[in-house]
């Protein structure tokens, strides 16, 4: 870039892949830190009930996580049915704890854990997740949230520097 751009543009997209590449680190990371969360919660949940398989639940769930607010409820359905297997007395006990879990991880912990790893506040998640879910299904659900933090800076530091012209040119 620098051979056949101007250095003041090859500037600008060094910044911006560095900011992309910075905020997606984050997000990954954010999400295994949420998953383990939610898998432990969902452990400690079955385990307290009493509920068969709590530790192969909750390593699903886990894993399932990586794809935000729906992979978990794969992972419920799959509970659900080994629990099924075993004791179907319980399924309706496990399915509850189970979205109460979800709704509470859902609603709390995700936004947070994710949305502070990349610089969100909760609400902007939340957004990100429903405007990239409605228009790229679960591929925008899961790459909004970075794309959305990468913008949301873009446009924070591109406000900054109008607001310095503008304090400079008033200074004169």
């Excluded at 295994?32 to 398989?53: D, K």
């Excluded at 978990?72 to 109460?100: D, E, R, T």
């Excluded at 970075?146 to 406000?159: G, I, N, Q, W, Y």
Aim: glycine letters at 6%; one cysteine or more; hydrophobic letters at 50%.
């Amino acid at each position: 870039m620098d051979a056949h751009l101007k250095k003041k543009t090859a500037d600008k997209i060094y910044h911006i892949c560095g900011l992309i590449n910075d905020t997606y680190s984050k997000f990954l990371s954010g999400q295994c830190i949420e998953a383990c969360i939610l898998g432990v919660l969902i452990f400690i949940s079955f385990s307290i009930f009493r509920m068969p398989y709590a530790s192969l639940i909750g390593v699903l769930t886990a894993v399932c996580a990586f794809v935000p607010y729906i992979g978990a409820f794969a992972s419920c359905f799959v509970g659900a049915f080994l629990i099924l297997l075993v004791n179907p007395s319980q399924v309706v006990i496990c399915v509850i704890v189970y979205l109460v879990v979800q709704f509470i991880e859902n609603q709390f912990i995700y936004p947070n854990v994710v949305g502070t790893s990349v610089g969100l506040s909760p609400l902007w998640t939340l957004i990100a997740v429903l405007i990239g879910g409605s228009l790229m299904g679960l591929f925008g659900m899961i790459f909004f949230i970075p794309l959305c933090a990468v913008l949301l800076t873009l446009l924070k530091e591109h406000t900054n520097r109008v607001i310095e012209k503008k304090k400079t040119l008033s200074q004169e």
